[in-house]
T-cell receptor, first 115, second 109 residues
Framework: EAQVTQNPRYLITVTGKKLTVTCSQN?????MSWYRQDPGLGLRQIYY???????DKGDVPEGYKVSRKEKRNFPLILESPSPNQTSLYFC??????????????FGPGTRLTVL | DAKTTQPNSMESNEEEPVHLPCNHS???????IHWYRQLPSQGPEYVIH???SNVNNRMASLAIAEDRKSSTLILHRATLRDAAVYYC??????????FGIGTKLQVIP
């Protein structure tokens, strides 16, 4: 089954404790992206990657890191989490080229709470 | 990056058609227009996309203005399961994607 998986689905942590949220897709998509969703602010893009070893900042990259060493994986790293990073996070992937026009497939979401 | 403008919320009666508008006046010639929806407690899911011509699929129809500066997502018979936030985006090119806050559709029984 074609899918985007995220782990963990729920995470409660404390300020300053490094964490990684994993994202994996099995559709051989070139494009992968991370979004955060907060009440009243909608979906905002954090980072995106057009292919392996190619990443770029979205609208809200501060406090986050990403890496794209393999095509299927795109982990989101919070080196020193702070309470303002409490949010619902979504990973997404898509093809870059072709008539699909970058139809994105989204993961189920990771709800992060930073105390 | 090209942006879209949508109403914050809309209401529809059950079993009536719904027309969700989107303005994208800065669209480029190669930008596809995509619509997604997000049901409560779920991730966004793809609904439909188009470039120039109107498009139909099992979920909805997409009507694109001739100048491509606006589009309308049409749900032919709204059901309670269609209550969601609907996003209109332009994900084309080597650029970041802006979703915004979308249109919250309320379906009244």
């Amino acid at each position: 089954e074609a899918q985007v998986t995220q782990n963990p689905r729920y995470l409660i942590t404390v300020t300053g404790k490094k964490l990684t949220v994993t994202c994996s897709q099995n559709m051989n998509h070139e494009y992968m992206s991370w979004y955060r969703q907060d009440p009243g602010l909608g979906l905002r893009q954090i980072y995106y990657s057009m292919n392996v070893e190619v990443t770029d900042k979205g609208d809200v990259p501060e406090g986050y890191k990403v890496s794209r060493k393999e095509k299927r994986n795109f982990p989101l790293i919070l080196e020193s989490p702070s309470p303002n990073q409490t949010s619902l996070y979504f990973c997404a992937s898509s093809w870059v080229f072709g008539t699909s026009g970058r139809k994105q497939f989204f993961g189920p979401g990771t709800r992060l709470t930073v105390l | 990056d090209a942006k879209t403008t949508q109403p914050n919320s809309m209401e529809s009666n059950e079993e009536e058609p719904v027309h969700l508008p989107c303005n994208h006046s800065t669209i480029s010639g190669t930008d596809y227009i995509h619509w997604y929806r997000q049901l409560p407690s779920q991730g966004p899911e793809y609904v439909i996309h188009g470039l120039t011509s109107n498009v139909n699929n099992r979920m909805a129809s997409l009507a694109i203005a001739e100048d491509r500066k606006s589009s309308t997502l049409i749900l032919h018979r709204a059901t309670l399961r269609d209550a969601a936030v609907y996003y209109c985006i332009l994900p084309g090119g080597y650029q970041k994607v802006t979703f915004g806050i979308g249109t919250k559709l309320q379906v009244i029984p």
